[in-house]
C-alpha cells in the first residue's frame, strides 16, 4: 500500500539559514509528489509539484524539491528561511492508476528563530 | 482557493446529532473530495466523488455519508456525530485526473 512518512514532526531554524524537510514514500511505480504549505487556520496550499521529467522541481517561495527513485523520497529545501515560512507542510503522494488516491504524510511544523 | 467555500468554518455539536458540512465550488470541476486533518494523521480521505451522484468512499469512511445532486455542491454527513470526528475537515477540488488538488479552507468540527 502508498505511504507517506515525514521523519521530523517539528524542525526549527534560524531565519536565513537553509532548510531541508524530508519526505520518503513507498509506492510500486512512479508517484506523482507534491509538497503543501499551510499556515495557521488556513487551508493547504500547493508549493511544488512532480510528475514526470527533471527530477529537480521548482516551486513557489522559493522552495524547490528532488526526486530521488533510489532513495524513494522527495526532499523540499529552501537555500534562506524567511520568517514568513514558518507553517505545517505536508509531503503527498498521487497513485497514477487512481487519480482520487493521494496521500499525506503526516506533516512538519518549522519554527523560524529571528 | 480556486473559488472552493466551505460552511460552516466552524461548528460545535453534541454527540448523537446529525451534522451536514457544504463544499461548494464556483468552477464546474469534476472531482471533489472531502479530508480530515487530524493532529500526527495529515490529511486523510472521507470520500470523493467524480460528478453528480458519483461518489466513492475513501480511506476514513466509516460514520459519514456524502451526497452530490449538483456540480458546485459536495455535501458531508455525519449521521450520528461522535467525539473520535472532532476534527478539521477540508474539501478539495482537482481540476483533472492528472492534476493537483485545490483546498477549502477548512471547517472545524467540534463534537462535545
Known amino acids: 500500500a502508498q505511504s507517506v512518512t515525514q521523519p521530523d514532526i517539528h524542525i526549527t531554524v534560524s531565519e536565513g539559514a537553509s532548510l531541508e524537510l524530508r519526505c520518503n514514500y513507498s509506492?510500486?511505480?512512479?508517484?506523482?509528489l507534491f509538497w503543501y504549505v499551510q499556515s495557521p487556520g488556513q487551508g493547504l496550499q500547493l508549493l511544488l509539484k512532480?510528475?514526470?521529467?527533471?527530477?529537480l522541481v521548482q516551486g513557489i517561495k522559493g522552495f524547490e524539491a528532488e526526486f530521488k527513485r533510489s532513495q524513494s523520497s522527495f526532499n523540499l529545501r529552501k537555500p534562506s528561511v524567511h520568517w514568513s515560512d514558518a507553517a505545517e507542510y505536508f509531503c503527498?503522494?498521487?497513485?497514477?492508476?487512481?487519480?482520487?488516491?493521494?496521500?499525506f504524510g503526516p506533516g512538519t511544523s518549522l519554527s523560524v528563530i529571528p | 482557493d480556486a473559488g472552493i467555500t466551505q460552511s460552516p468554518r466552524h461548528k460545535v455539536t453534541e454527540t448523537g446529532t446529525p451534522v451536514t458540512l457544504r463544499c461548494h465550488q464556483t468552477e464546474n470541476h469534476r472531482y471533489m473530495y472531502w479530508y480530515r486533518q487530524d493532529p500526527g494523521h495529515g490529511l486523510r480521505l472521507i470520500h470523493y466523488s467524480y460528478g453528480v451522484k458519483d461518489t466513492d468512499k475513501g480511506e476514513v469512511s466509516d460514520g459519514y455519508s456524502v451526497s452530490r445532486s449538483k456540480t458546485e455542491d459536495f455535501l458531508l454527513t455525519l449521521e450520528s456525530a461522535t467525539s473520535s470526528q472532532t476534527s478539521v475537515y477540508f474539501c478539495a477540488i482537482r481540476t483533472g485526473q492528472n492534476t493537483e488538488a485545490f483546498f477549502g479552507q477548512g471547517t472545524r468540527l467540534t463534537v462535545v
Open positions: 512532480y510528475f514526470s521529467g527533471d527530477t
Open positions: 503527498a503522494v498521487g497513485d497514477k492508476t487512481s487519480y482520487d488516491k493521494v496521500i
Open positions: 509506492y510500486g511505480a512512479t508517484p506523482y
